[in-house]
């Protein structure tokens, strides 16, 4: 599957983010920072769905439940076929799912820069240096044979909450390079065809 949804309660109220692998859950607050919730597996238009050990659901391991899903539009809706688990009975079952932009990105490591969505099918990507992050002056874009692609100024000041826009992008791999004073961080960025 390898989607990502933003998950409504039937009145419209935000839930979480869900990202579905071919075989486990994941979800997010934010659509950034995700979480391995559940394993997953699907078979048609039925998923079978049994909780992690710590997951936030209340489900005790082992407690496996069973739906059938559609996608519609954008729009991704579950019916409640079996589970001995109520809460999540109540959340899958009663809410839906819209189709949202893939929040997971590439990280610069362990210093909590991310950039997303990666890959973006447009060529915007949007990049995060958190508050205690080192400061960083400029950004660069490279493709991989060389070329300058894109330049921008940042702030010059953490955090950092902006854009990276390719004009007229090809599909391919691009190196995104961040420079400080002291410091510089490299992540690759994908841009899919269109």
Request: aromatic residues 10%; negative net charge.
């Amino acid at each position: 599957m390898n989607t990502t949804w933003a998950f409504h309660y039937p009145d419209d109220d935000f839930f979480r983010y869900f990202h579905f692998t071919a075989d486990t859950l994941y979800w997010s607050n934010d659509n950034i920072t995700y979480t391995e919730h559940s394993l997953i597996s699907f078979a048609g238009s039925a998923m079978t769905i049994g909780d992690l050990a710590g997951a936030d659901m209340g489900c005790p391991v082992g407690q496996v439940g069973n739906y059938d899903f559609d996608i519609a539009n954008d729009t991704l809706s579950f019916d409640l076929v079996s589970d001995p688990c109520i809460a999540r009975g109540e959340v899958i079952d009663e809410g839906y799912g819209v189709q949202a932009p893939s929040g997971i990105g590439q990280s610069f490591g362990a210093v909590g820069i991310t950039v997303f969505p990666n890959p973006s099918d447009n060529g915007i990507f949007h990049l995060r240096i958190p508050a205690a992050s080192a400061v960083y002056n400029s950004l660069r874009l490279v493709s991989m044979d060389g070329r300058v692609i894109a330049q921008q100024n940042l702030r010059g000041s953490a955090p950092v909450d902006q854009d990276v826009l390719l004009e007229a992008p090809a599909a391919g791999t691009y190196l995104l390079t961040l420079s400080g004073a002291d410091q510089t961080r490299t992540a690759k960025l994908v841009v899919r065809t269109p």
